[in-house]
């Protein structure tokens, strides 16, 4: 058969297929067809028309091979969701109301400016009208384009975030591939845990249940198997496999799929976040504040301009229009400053930094809310496997009739032939993991790494897992489940005997056992001296932070033995059991310190035992003095009340299961904890979903402090920008209204100011990578205030200090300046107004060195060259700054400065750096609420009887 399947793909034949799309599309339907399965000549008629074979699946190059396959049936594959291109987001950012009159008042400045009455030089009297409307451009495309860009990297992101490694059979052997390359046709091996990726029929397997609740509304789990058993045939994608493994024939991929269809028909436009959300409405506000104030401004300027004429015996002429239409510009442009677009800016950009930055370290964010919560989060319950240790499992003690201190790999180890086969095929058969090509190209087992490590294990017996599984006869299997905390597989033996193989929990195991193998290999009695002897092994082996696996077996009559009941609890004949040594993380200890010193109480919950739990808990730093470490048999029967009044101190909860898990995230959020839940399993996924935010881990394992300390960044970098705002549009509109009626910063120059601070500063700040002062501060609350108390006093701070720093400019300067450098500046001149406007945005350029660091951090200069973005973006900034102030001359209202003026400037500029450290020295306390309320429980409850127990609850 494979090499008729290699003939046609060579061949690449359209027309070989016997079955179109639209037929398989109605054979896995909701409703469901099982009759028209029939109709098709079952899976083998199926398998036929798909020109695959059951057995041995499509060739080992079915993706490059057989074009016409993915041409007749698509790939898995969804198209990419519609993104917006630059040209319609230019016209976007151009619909903005006071965009379009402050065009529009540019385009009267022209035609009033070259106009020879109007003007007292008509050649350049167009220049400042021009220099606006490039300065919208400008503005308007730096905005466009770094949206556009984002939005291109959240479409990267979200592709990634899609795609995972299944595995499938072809050309005879398992292989892993990524799931956008399954194609129709395929033979795709599913597992407990998977989530079908495409619609398919049932080819062989074990005990498999899915649950079909979110496709179908069928709250019931689904048992499958073939129409001839009276069982349900058909996989739909998006589905999850609850129990069981097996292999199934891919029959609709991609936007064929049910699953495909759905995601289609749901598509929308990604929603702002919260934060988005919450700082839009803030520059709602402070543009209203703008608005008010350009409002104001027309409302005072326009009459006392012709009070002033009037007074003064001038005639009003033409002139007056272009006088007014530059008052309005300037109001119109105060409007424009006082919106500060760069706080949603800021957030998209770091959250578009963040989640690459994240995706590089081995993190990959979903949801990009989960980032603002996770920089709130009080708590985090983090499973074990993967996430504090390493996942890379090897058996390293054991007690296999005989006690192993320490395995050798490199020595065959000699056992009494007669229990031989019983050892190495109670590991080999009862057991999913096999043989193969990783996605980095290592020959190496794949499946669970428990599993991995037991059949790496069996061959210090000589082992060869692919012949005693060869050679089985399987009657049944009994899954793997969380409640059972052991798996098992039935085989009929050449007399016709059933045995049964089982592993689990040693603990669990080992109850069920009334028989063990003594060291000749003997069958003997189960006595209590016995069970205590591995009992204490097991607390030993457990002691040492190792994973215990108990493996045992049991013959049967296939009379007396009840294939439809469950898999026997009693009479086992006990293997032994052995010591798995998962290491911990080395950076965990550092991490979960880090943690609990910002405020943040780190949980463990895991399904090994309690003596296992609590050394690791004890080395990775979690379980602390006066900590609680508890079994979950003891969390389910104390009431809520009873767990609450322990929860602050609770730190570990062992041998826990998937309900108990997601119990404790619940009793946490009802008490005000905004909950983290890490995980890597099936079993976590009731904790993952009920959580305010879950990570799951990937394969190679993630740190735990990496995805907080990528997101609170955003809490204070909008600092500068609220600063240069309040200045800006009071300046403007003082200067308007007192002195000679002109303000100081002309339309072009707030313009530029405007880009600095809403696009450059943005880009620069959301892009500075995180520091480790970081997980120093408490979490935030989820209602705490947008602006903290730290914000507020460094905002008020600069804003109060660019005030008076602008305003002693604008009466005093000239009269300052002259005296230091003898210029001979005329006050209201381009020359005392240009060196107003270097100063201010010199003072926001050295505030943007203040709001690289948060809280009270006293070095602002700390890793300062470790974002480039930043580096380039701050002396681009002065570099454009110069050749504004030189070069810009009418355009710009400005004129060149003398060295000595741009030495008083910058160093005018530059005292907001000292300023900053001023301001970061007074104390603020922000109230650590939720710090505050833990410790009152601890005192109000330390002499309560449920605290006078032992520390560990059994």
């Known amino acids: 058969m494979s090499i008729v399947i290699s003939s046609y793909e060579e061949l690449d034949l359209q027309e070989t297929f016997g079955i179109d799309c639209h037929s398989l599309q109605d054979l896995v339907s909701i409703p469901k067809n099982p009759q028209r399965l029939e109709e098709l000549g079952g899976n083998h008629g199926l398998a036929e028309k798909l020109r695959t074979s059951l057995e041995e699946g499509l060739s080992k190059h079915a993706n490059t091979a057989n074009s016409h396959r993915i041409e007749r049936f698509s790939n898995n594959v969804l198209p990419d969701p519609p993104i917006d291109p630059l040209w319609k987001m230019i016209v976007e950012a151009l619909k903005d109301e006071t965009l379009i009159i402050l065009i529009i008042a540019a385009v009267v400045s022209i035609i009033l400016g070259s106009i020879d009455y109007t003007s007292e030089d008509p050649s350049t009297g167009w220049i400042e009208g021009v220099a606006i409307l490039v300065a919208v451009v400008v503005v308007t495309l730096v905005t466009s384009i770094n949206n556009y860009k984002n939005q291109q990297r959240f479409l990267e992101l979200n592709k990634k975030s899609a795609d995972r490694t299944v595995k499938v059979v072809r050309g005879g052997e398992q292989c892993i591939i990524s799931v956008f390359d399954v194609l129709v046709g395929d033979i795709l091996m599913i597992d407990t845990g998977d989530i079908v990726c495409a619609d398919g029929v049932f080819v062989e397997g074990h005990s498999i249940i899915c649950d079909e609740s979110s496709m179908t509304g069928e709250s019931d789990p689904i048992k499958k198997g073939h129409t001839k058993d009276k069982l349900d045939p058909f996989f739909i994608s998006g589905t999850t496999v609850q129990e069981g493994f097996g292999k199934m024939m891919v029959t609709s991929v991609g936007v064929n799929s049910i699953n495909g269809k759905i995601m289609m028909s749901l598509r929308t436009e990604v929603e702002d976040t919260p934060l988005q959300e919450k700082l839009g409405q803030l520059a709602d506000r402070i543009g209203k504040f703008g608005l008010i104030a350009a409002g104001l401004m027309l409302l005072i300027t326009i009459p006392k301009y012709f009070i002033e004429l009037k007074v003064n015996d001038i005639k009003i002429t033409t002139d007056c229009i272009s006088d007014v239409t530059k008052i309005v510009v300037d109001a119109i442009t105060i409007v424009v400053v006082a919106v500060p677009e760069g706080l949603p800016l800021a957030v998209t950009v770091a959250l578009a930094f963040g989640m690459l930055k994240m995706f590089k370290e081995n993190n990959l964010v979903r949801h990009m809310a989960s980032c603002e919560t996770m920089g709130s989060a009080t708590t985090i319950c983090s499973d074990k496997t993967g996430t504090l240790t390493t996942n890379q499992m090897t058996v390293v003690s054991g007690h296999i009739a005989s006690y192993i201190e320490h395995v050798d790999y ?545």
């Open 410 to 954: 490199n020595v065959k180890y000699n056992i009494p032939q007669h229990i031989h086969s019983i050892i190495t095929d109670g590991i080999c058969i009862n057991s999913n993991a096999y043989e193969g090509i990783s996605p980095k190209g290592r020959t190496e087992f794949i499946g669970s790494k428990t599993e991995c490590a037991l059949l790496k294990f069996a061959q210090v017996f000589g082992a060869d897992y692919q012949a005693a599984r060869a050679t089985a006869n399987i009657k049944k299997l009994y899954p793997f489940t969380s409640a059972k905390k052991k798996m098992g597989v039935l085989i009929q033996q050449e007399n016709g005997h059933y045995r049964l193989y089982t592993k689990g929990a040693s603990e669990i195991i080992l109850s069920q056992c009334t028989t063990y193998f003594d060291k000749e290999g003997q069958i003997k009695p189960m006595t209590e001296e016995v069970k205590q002897m591995f009992e204490q092994t097991i607390f030993k082996f457990a002691s040492d932070t190792l994973r215990t696996i108990g493996l045992a077996y049991a013959d049967y009559d296939p009379e007396q033995y009840n294939l439809d009941g469950d898999e026997p609890t009693t009479g086992l004949c006990f293997i032994g059991l052995v010591g798995i040594r998962d290491p911990i993380r080395a950076e965990v200890p550092k991490a979960v310190a880090q943690f609990q010193q910002a405020g943040v109480v780190v949980r463990m919950v895991t399904g090994d035992n309690i003596v296992t739990a609590e050394n690791i808990a004890k080395r990775c730093g979690i379980l602390t003095k006066g900590g609680i470490c508890m079994e979950g048999t003891e969390f389910r029967r104390m009431p809520d009340k009873e767990v609450e009044a322990i929860l602050p101190r609770l730190q570990v909860l062992a041998r826990s299961s998937p309900l108990d898990k997601r119990r404790l995230v619940q009793l946490l959020k009802d008490s005000g904890e905004v909950v983290a839940v890490t995980g890597d399993g099936t079993n976590d996924g009731p904790a993952l979903k009920l959580a305010h935010v879950g990570f799951s881990m990937g394969v190679t394992g993630t740190e735990v402090a990496i995805a907080a300390s990528d997101v609170v960044l955003l809490d204070d970098n909008f600092a500068s920008i609220l600063t240069i705002n309040i200045v800006a549009v009071i300046v403007a509109f003082v200067g308007n209204i007192y002195g000679s009626g002109k303000s100081p910063l002309t339309g072009i120059q707030l313009l530029w100011i405007n880009l600095i601070m809403d696009t450059l500063a943005a880009l620069a700040l959301a892009t500075d990578p995180p520091s480790d002062s970081l997980l120093n501060r408490p979490p935030h609350g989820k209602d705490a205030p947008l602006i903290s108390r730290t914000m507020w006093r460094d905002i008020l701070g600069q804003a109060a200090f660019q005030l008076a720093i602008q305003f002693l400019l604008l009466y005093l300067g000239c009269d300052f300046y002259n005296m230091i450098l003898d210029g001979g500046i005329k006050k209201d001149s381009v020359r005392h107004y240009t060196i107003i406007f270097n100063t201010f945005v010199f003072l926001q350029v050295f505030n943007e060195i203040n709001a690289r660091v948060l809280g009270n951090d006293l070095n602002p200069f700390k890793r300062i060259f470790t974002n480039p973005i930043y580096v380039i973006i701050w002396f681009a900034t002065i570099g454009i700054q110069i050749l504004f102030v030189t070069f810009g001359g009418t355009a710009t209202s400005t004129t060149p400065l003398t060295l000595g003026e741009w030495g008083l400037c910058v160093a005018t500029g530059f005292i907001s750096l000292p300023l900053g450290f001023l301001l970061r020295l007074i104390p603020i306390k922000n109230a650590r609420v939720e710090r505050k309320r833990v410790e009152d429980i601890e005192e109000a409850q330390e002499n309560t009887p449920i605290f006078k127990k032992t520390e560990r609850y059994v």
